[in-house]
Structures are given as C-alpha cells and as structure tokens.
C-alpha cells in the first residue's frame, strides 16, 4: 500500500547538535503531520503542517511542507536526552480517510 | 480528561488462537482508528470506524476484524493467529472530521503469539 520514505532509519548523536530528517512520497499530501514515540506509549502529535511551504516550529521543533506536497522535513536543535524516542511523519489520505506513516526515525541522544 | 485507554497491554497467544483487543476513545471522540506497528514497519492501518460502523479497512486478510460499540468504544478481533501477528496494536481516536489535526493514540497492547 501507500508508504512514506523516511530517512534516516536511526541517529546517535551528541547532547547539543541539531537534527534533520525528513519524508518524502510519490503521492501529493494536503496535511504532514510528525509524531513521538518514546517506549511503552503510543505516538504523540508534534507538529501538523497544512499548506505547502509551510514552516512551523513547537519549541527547539520546526517542521517544514515541502513545496511539493510530497515531502515535509523535521528539524530539532540543541538535541538534549529527552528527545530520545521515535520520530514518525505521517501523510493525511483523504480517500480513505486515513494517516499513512512513514517507518520511523530512531533517534537516540548521549550524554 | 481520560486519553485513549487500550486493554490488555500485554497479550500471548498461541498460533491458531483468537485474539480480542479493546480500546476507549476519548470522551466525545466517534472516530477510532486501529493500526499494526510491527517490528521496523512504522504504523500500519488496520481499521476505521465511525459512528458504529466500518468505514475502511487496510490491506491485512479478513481474519482481522473489529466492530464499535454504541459508546465509541471498540474492539479488534484477530482470528487463527499467525507468529507474524506479533506486534504492537495501536488504537487512536478523533472526532469525527477531524482527522486532518491527527489522532490521539492509546499506550498500544503488545500482542505475541507463540
């Protein structure tokens, strides 16, 4: 079926740099929405992105609606360990109404 | 205000077996929406329901199944259980027309079969 090409897969970092990632489709989107999921919990809404060329930021967060329509980019500055998690874009389906998600970006932060 | 509650949070079955996972929505909310998330598979659509009925199904065989309570509150039914069944279920609720503002997801149950 539908599937968001999110990239990358996984990111060790240090305490303190920035972090890009981003998604890309071969199908146009009207809605880019990124998620967290930390262990044990379901994913919590980030950021939601409704117009291409969009850049909205929720803190040290800013997420980007690539002009496109098929790619959006999450950026996170000054990583600290609490941004430890999964990072999910997902893509809004009007026909079927339905959010279709990317495979994930781990990211994991050191101290 | 309660989130999205899903029971149980762990579940073992054996191969063959029946599956029943349930899931409140928050208060209000008549959409619920089920996904897989499998190991290195992200979040896979399962199933849509509104106001008690079954709006879209994803591309999983009919042994998964599900239905939705005059509460809003729902349940996913898996049949004739597979090892590769193994994964974390997903439940998420919204109102209705509201999708586009995404879901508010519940904890997950974590379903293996052995």
């Known amino acids: 079926g539908q599937q968001l090409n999110q990239s990358p897969q996984s990111m060790f970092i240090q305490e303190g740099e920035d972090v890009s990632m981003n998604c890309t489709s071969s199908?146009?989107?009207?809605?880019w929405l990124w998620y967290k999921q930390e262990p044990g919990e379901g994913p919590v809404l980030l950021i939601a992105?409704?117009?291409?060329?969009e850049l909205t930021s929720n803190g040290r967060l800013t997420a980007q609606f690539g002009i496109t329509r098929k790619d959006s980019f999450l950026n996170i500055s000054a990583s600290i360990p609490s941004d430890v998690g999964i990072y999910f874009c997902?893509?809004?389906?009007?026909?079927?109404?339905?959010?279709?998600f990317g495979a994930g970006t781990i990211l994991r932060v050191k101290s | 205000e309660a989130g999205v509650t899903q029971s149980p949070t762990h579940l073992i079955k054996t191969r063959g077996q029946q599956a029943t996972l349930r899931c409140s929505p928050i208060?209000?909310?008549?959409?619920v929406y089920w996904y897989q998330q499998a190991l290195g598979l992200g979040l896979q659509f399962l199933l849509w329901?509104?106001?008690?009925?079954?709006?879209n199904r994803g591309n999983f065989p009919p042994r998964f199944s599900g239905r939705q309570f005059p509460n809003y509150s729902s349940e996913l039914n898996v049949n004739a259980l597979e090892l590769e069944d193994s994964a974390l279920y997903l439940c998420?609720?919204?109102?209705?027309?509201?999708?586009?503002?995404?879901?508010?997801f519940g904890s997950g149950t974590r379903l293996t079969v052995v």
């Open positions: 998420a609720s919204s109102y209705s027309g509201t999708e586009t503002y995404g879901y508010t």
């Open positions: 992105l409704y117009k291409a060329g």
């Open positions: 997902a893509g809004y389906m009007e026909y079927g109404n339905k959010l279709v």
């Open positions: 329901y509104d106001e008690g009925e079954e709006r």
């Open positions: 199908s146009i989107f009207n809605t």
């Open positions: 208060s209000g909310h008549t959409s």
